[in-house]
């Protein structure tokens, strides 16, 4: 493990090619590379001089029962050339300050990576991965929001797919598809649409419908399956063609609430690929008396996964936990945020001439942020200039034309505390907006109403925290006394017409157009009217 990160699983006497290989496959690392070489009985791992002094490597191992640290044998002396900003356990990429030009874009956006679902280069990165024919990630039009990041919304990065095209466009040959996927407890059929080409011929263009077996318990899977052999099994035809391409790759059968990440087509597997059958068996502890799926936290988890201090964990039939001494790609070789960006809150200004970073940003929590660190720790300082006011929260009662009403929530969504105060006997008719976040929040309300409306009173507010918070009421328009609706004509019900006549209620007025040129004066909420598409007449039969 390195910084958080853990790399694949590896089996008895290793080569150092192969724990190389492994190493750079960490998001903490990569794009710098490390060199291994197996020097008299131990492995000697040398990091790039721009890394300067790193952290010690943890190895978990069932040859221990605890996790081991490696030994440090020359310390590391930072060249000065390349920083990089760690924060919460997660690395961003190393920048190089004194040749290059890098920008305030440059730097949101590799400070907005912090925020993602970190994965193995191996799973996506074509530049990192040589055998990566064609990749996709879904991340489009995924902009960083307040939107809390959990294991449902994405395998890799942020955004997931969830209809369509997992491939489309391709025109290089591969051996392999692997994808993420997610589906939600059910026993539906997947079934997925190949557009192949054979034999390298245009003319030998074919669909073909393949019905994937894929597990269907709500949980993230990552799976490769070997193309050939699956359109073998699907069709004779392919037994004995030497060459195919595969074109796209559609979703045409599949249950709603259905995910798709990280999908790639390569010429070979990934870095530490688990099949499914074999994910089990190698997430296990020293004791081997971890089962899966297990329970931790209230949670059920199905391969290994990180406790608060992200520690690769498995439990037991009587959910004991215990270290696991491997890792899997479904289980803890990805690494989580702890917390989320606040919308639009990220601000990075980079001052060439002062050799200064700004940023600003607040999590969604509303908790104070974190300290950056500099990597390395001896080029770089960081200060905090200030730090975030106090998150406000709690509940006050209000006082609205004679009546009390308690324990309104200080955060609330503009929607909720629209139904909340239309809960009320006296308020009506209302719309409530929001705006505002973590310690500073203002509501602004509408009636729909016939007259003007009294004032809203705060009456305690003693359980608003922190306790300097203050509240305040004030009018932003007056309805005006002047009335926005017209009663109906008293005989106009009784009046016969060849055309239906109804009436019309509009916030419990009734209401008609007076003016000619029938622009109504009153105004109305398509949120609080209903609208009539249809009605019926029955003739009824009356008996003598």
């Known amino acids: 493990m390195h910084n958080n990160e853990y790399l694949a699983i590896l089996e008895g006497a290793t080569d150092a090619i192969v724990i190389q290989d492994a190493l750079n496959d960490l998001a ?5 590379m490390v060199t291994v070489a197996f020097v008299g009985i131990a492995y000697e791992v040398t990091f790039p001089i721009e890394m300067g002094d790193v952290s010690l490597l943890m190895i978990i191992s069932t040859a221990f029962i605890n996790p081991q640290y490696a030994i440090e044998s020359v310390q590391g002396v930072a060249s000065g050339t390349k920083l990089a900003f760690r924060l919460d356990g997660a690395t961003s990429s190393y920048f190089d300050f004194r040749t290059s030009v890098v920008t305030n874009v440059m730097l ?20 990192a991965t040589s055998s990566i024919v064609y990749s996709n990630e879904f991340e489009t039009a995924n902009p960083y929001n307040d939107s809390i990041i959990t294991s449902n919304m994405a395998f890799c990065g942020r955004g ?22 997610k589906i939600p407890p059910n026993d539906a059929t997947i079934i997925m649409l190949f557009y192949v080409r054979s034999e390298g011929d245009s003319s030998i263009n074919t669909y073909e419908y393949i019905r994937m077996q894929l597990n269907q318990d709500g949980h993230w899977h990552y799976t490769c399956i070997n193309l050939l052999n699956t359109l ?5 035809t392919y037994l004995t063609i030497d060459t195919f391409l595969i074109m796209s790759v559609y979703l045409n059968s599949y249950p709603f609430g259905t995910r798709f990440d990280t999908v790639t087509l390569r010429t070979s597997l990934p870095n530490g690929y688990e099949d499914q059958d074999t994910v089990t068996t190698t997430d296990q502890s020293s004791s081997g008396q971890c089962i899966f799926p297990f329970v931790y936290n209230g949670q059920t988890y199905f391969t290994c996964t990180l406790d608060e201090n992200n520690m690769p964990i498995c439990g037991s039939i009587s959910n004991t936990t215990f270290y696991c001494q491997n890792s899997s790609i479904e289980g803890v070789r990805r690494l989580y945020p702890k917390y989320q960006l606040l919308y639009n809150s990220l601000s990075v200004t980079h001052s060439i001439e002062n050799k200064t970073i700004d940023i600003s940003f607040r999590y969604t929590s509303c908790t104070s942020p974190t300290l950056i660190e500099p990597l390395p720790s001896t080029i770089a300082n960081v200060t905090s200039i200030t730090n975030a006011s106090k998150a406000i929260g709690g509940v006050y009662d209000i006082m609205f034309k004679q009546h009390l009403y ?24 209302v719309i409530a907006d929001s705006t505002g976040e973590c310690a500073q929040y203002s509501y602004t309300i509408r009636w729909l109403t016939n007259t003007k409306q009294p004032l809203i009173a705060i ?11 203050s509240i305040t009421v004030r009018m932003l328009q007056s309805g ?17 017409h060849t055309i239906p006549q109804v009436e019309v209620l509009v916030g419990g007025y009734s209401s008609y157009c007076s003016n000619t040129d029938s622009n109504c004066p009153f105004q109305w909420s398509t949120q609080q009217t209903p609208l009539i598409f249809a009605f019926r007449l029955v ?5 003598m």
């Open 406 to 429: 308690t324990s309104i929530p200080v955060k609330i969504t503009g929607q909720d505390l629209t139904n909340l105060l239309q809960s009320f006997p006296d308020f009506g008719y």
């Open 160 to 181: 997931a797919l969830t209809s369509d095209y997992l491939v489309i466009g391709n025109m290089q040959p591969a051996d392999y598809m692997c994808f993420a996927y």
């Open 539 to 543: 003739r009824m039969a009356h008996a």
């Open 28 to 32: 903490t690392i990569y794009p710098l």
């Open 108 to 127: 949101a956006n590799a400070f907005n990576q912090l925020f993602t679902i970190r994965c193995p280069p191996s799973l996506y990165d074509q530049q």
């Open 232 to 236: 073998q099994q699907h069709s004779g």
């Open 459 to 469: 009456v305690n507010s003693s359980e608003v925290i922190p306790i300097e918070t």
């Open 480 to 496: 005006g006394d002047s009335s926005s609706f017209y009663n109906l004509p008293a005989d106009m019900l009784r009046t016969r």
